[in-house]
């Protein structure tokens, strides 16, 4: 067990260094593009949730932590996923902000297909959240079993 924690805290730091490797790629590919409010809201909103996604990484290495304490279904499991939760729902609500640059790319290309991509950018942390709730669902679910057979013990 121990083995496979610390092969997922390997995993955690590895999506950090490509995390980092993409923004700093991002910051440079639009950093000569002209200032303007949509590219301001872009960069508003992929560092926003760059921040946000290493508070997630961050959250998610304490849970690896709790399990490997054998803590894993336990309240405080239970409140980072709550707190996991609602920052993907936050990323998903800051990349809104990403929206109106897809729309002029496809605006200029004429190509309707690149806001599709755009709210593909959108719906994948959306959905992550969803998982997230019924992860939390089971979380509470282990929870209340575990308290009741270590009341029945």
Same mark, same amino acid.
């Given at each position: 067990m121990k083995r496979k924690v610390n092969l997922l805290k390997l995993a955690l730091i590895i999506i950090s260094f490509l995390v980092i490797f993409v923004t700093v790629i991002f910051t440079f590919q639009f950093s000569s593009?002209?200032?303007?409010?949509?590219?301001?809201?872009?960069?508003?909103?992929?560092?926003?949730s760059v921040?946000?996604?290493?508070?997630? #990484?961050? /959250? !998610?290495?304490r849970i690896l932590n709790f399990i490997k304490g054998a803590e894993a279904?336990? @309240?405080k499991t239970l409140k980072v996923v709550s707190q996991?939760?609602? #920052?993907? /729902? !936050?990323?998903?609500?800051?990349?809104?902000?990403?929206?109106?640059?897809f729309y002029? @790319?496809?605006?200029?290309k004429d190509a309707p297909g690149v806001m599709v991509i755009g709210l593909a950018f959108v719906s994948i942390p959306f959905t992550?959240?969803?998982?997230?709730?019924? @992860?939390?669902?089971?979380?509470?679910?282990?929870?209340?079993?575990?308290?009741?057979s270590e009341l029945t013990i």
């Open positions: 593009e002209r200032k303007d409010v949509i590219n301001s809201l872009l960069y508003c909103a992929v560092f926003g921040v946000l996604g290493f508070r997630v #990484l961050f /959250l !998610l290495n279904f336990s @309240v996991i939760k609602k #920052l993907i /729902l !936050l990323v998903s609500i800051v990349f809104v902000g990403i929206l109106p640059f002029r @790319v496809a605006d200029r992550a959240f969803i998982f997230t709730q019924i @992860v939390e669902e089971l979380f509470k679910s282990a929870t209340e079993l575990k308290s009741d």
